[in-house]
């Protein structure tokens, strides 16, 4: 057959009809929780791994495609503190999981034995972030915790007896029914949804896309030189100050990592989470072509680059307690304590930052009145998200302490459940004997 007949067959073929091989997306489906946790960052999987190891049914929904949040999709795969003064004074499930990354990817724990005095890095542990996004995802499975990723909430309704909570994701829809409710987002966006009130400042502290570039000596480096060429780009505006917190001799010694600010940074909604990390990419694209520039840098490449901007504020709840910056840094005991927390005063500017930190013995707490809404039922949040001024929040927020918080709401939340009462009404000493029993470290009453 020519070409010529071959085209007139098809013209006069029956016109086939278009099939499509996509799957419809599923109608809704009912699901029912002892605990739903929103958020599976830093705080929000240890609540999960806790409300299932202590046999709650838990529902753990992440939007994003691994679960450990800032220490996994944020880059801050160097999470602390978890001692203090010479003794460990968090440890639990999160110290588990990080204790298991670091051990099967033969890296090393810092030797905690050693002061840092203000180099507080020291004591921060370095691990590979996807390895422990996998160890969580497998302690999950293990605690019977139903994963529900690329998924978010959106519609909250208080019941008599607990929460209704639609979802939506790729293809799905479904709604669960829950006893109690865990808001780990880190936005407090479950608590905003429901009503309770949230605060936050006009001016939020910067984020940072950690990245880290090799490719060049630092010894070869004549850093006065460089300095003034930095002034000269940041006058044309092809390069800005926050893109080196200022000092090209300081980012380049880093490699960059850490060492950088995205001003405004929020992630509180989807438009200013895009914003963000949009601000931040053009940051890291500024820096490689002023450095690309000189001869120096011709063999300058990328080693690392995380794929989100790491925020470090945005809403925090109004709770049954807020905890002060008086009291985070006398340390204060407070007498419904649920778990310990050490950082120093950690508040970020645009152009770098100067930790404040805590005088020698001071190992501030963290009240259960803290994750707890006012005024609210059958509700908790964990994470950075807790109720606190700006300056404790600026040390709270960091991972231990948020893994140790988490810990504290999973038990919480589950213990609330199983006697059909809110998070407020469960004894001390039961939060306090579970949170024992799983290895977290417990305030001394």
Same mark, same amino acid.
């Given at each position: 057959? *020519?070409?010529?007949? =071959? ?65 996994? @999709? ?5 999470? %602390?503190?978890? +001692?203090?003064? %010479? ?16 051990? #099967? ?5 810092? !030797? ?10 020291? +004591?921060?542990?370095?691990?590979? %972030?996807?390895?422990y996004a996998a160890l969580a995802e497998e302690a999950c499975v293990k605690a ?7 998924? =978010? ?54 984020? @940072? #896309? &950690?990245?880290?570039?090799? $490719?060049?000596?630092? $010894?070869? #480096? ?25 000092? &090209? ?6 490699? %960059? ?20 990390? &949009? ?15 000189e001869p120096e840098f011709a063999a300058l490449h990328i080693e690392r680059l ?12 109004? $709770? ?24 120093? &005063? !950690? ?30 039922? *059958? ?9 606190? !001024? ?27 459940? $199983? ?27």
């Amino acid at each position: 057959m *020519n070409r010529r007949v =071959f085209l007139t067959s098809l013209s006069s073929a029956p016109a086939l009809s278009a099939v499509s091989t996509a799957e419809p997306p599923q109608s809704d489906r009912l699901l029912i929780a002892d605990v739903l946790i929103i958020g599976g960052g830093t705080a929000g999987t240890i609540a999960a791994i806790q409300a299932g190891r202590l046999g709650a049914r838990t529902i753990l929904v992440e939007a994003n495609s691994q679960l450990g949040g800032t220490t996994t @999709t944020g880059g801050v795969d160097f999470p %602390g503190l978890f +001692h203090a003064w %010479g003794k460990q004074v968090i440890a639990g499930i999160g110290w588990e999981l990080v204790t298991s990354a670091v051990e #099967l990817n033969s890296d090393r724990l810092p !030797d905690f034995t050693k002061p840092t005095g203000k180099q507080h890095w020291k +004591h921060q542990v370095r691990l590979c %972030g996807a390895l422990y996004a996998a160890l969580a995802e497998e302690a999950c499975v293990k605690a019977g915790v139903q994963r529900r990723c690329y998924e =978010f909430p959106t519609a909250v309704e208080q019941t008599a007896d607990g929460w209704k909570v639609r979802l939506a994701g790729k293809g799905t829809n479904v709604e669960v029914v829950a006893k109690q409710l865990v808001d780990c987002t880190g936005n407090a966006s479950v608590v905003g949804m429901i009503g309770l009130p949230r605060q936050r400042e006009k001016t939020t502290q910067p984020g @940072t #896309l &950690i990245y880290r570039l090799a $490719g060049y000596d630092i $010894g070869m #480096l004549d850093m006065n030189a460089l300095q003034a060429k930095v002034t000269a780009a940041v006058k044309a505006d092809a390069l800005k100050l926050t893109d080196i917190n200022g000092s &090209i001799a300081g980012f380049l010694r880093s490699g %960059g990592e850490n060492a950088m600010h995205v001003p405004g940074a929020d992630s509180s909604t989807s438009e200013t989470h895009t914003a963000t990390n &949009i601000r931040g990419r053009q940051s890291l694209l500024r820096v490689l072509r002023f450095l690309k520039q000189e001869p120096e840098f011709a063999a300058l490449h990328i080693e690392r680059l995380q794929p989100e901007v790491g925020v470090r504020e945005t809403f925090r709840i109004t $709770g049954e307690t807020i905890v002060t910056v008086k009291d985070y840094v006398r340390g204060r005991h407070f007498e419904d304590a649920v778990a310990y927390s050490f950082y120093p &005063i !950690d508040l970020h500017v645009e152009h770098g930052v100067k930790p404040e930190h805590l005088k020698e013995d001071v190992v501030p707490t963290i009240p259960l009145g803290a994750l707890i809404p006012k005024g609210s039922k *059958n509700l908790m949040v964990a994470g950075r998200c807790l109720s606190s !001024d700006r300056l404790a929040n600026s040390a709270l927020r960091v991972q231990a302490s948020s893994m140790a918080m988490g810990q504290a709401a999973g038990a919480t939340a589950t213990l609330a459940a $199983g006697a059909a009462t809110t998070p407020l009404n469960v004894p001390l000493a039961d939060i306090r004997r579970s949170l024992a029993k799983h290895g977290a470290i417990v305030p001394k009453t």
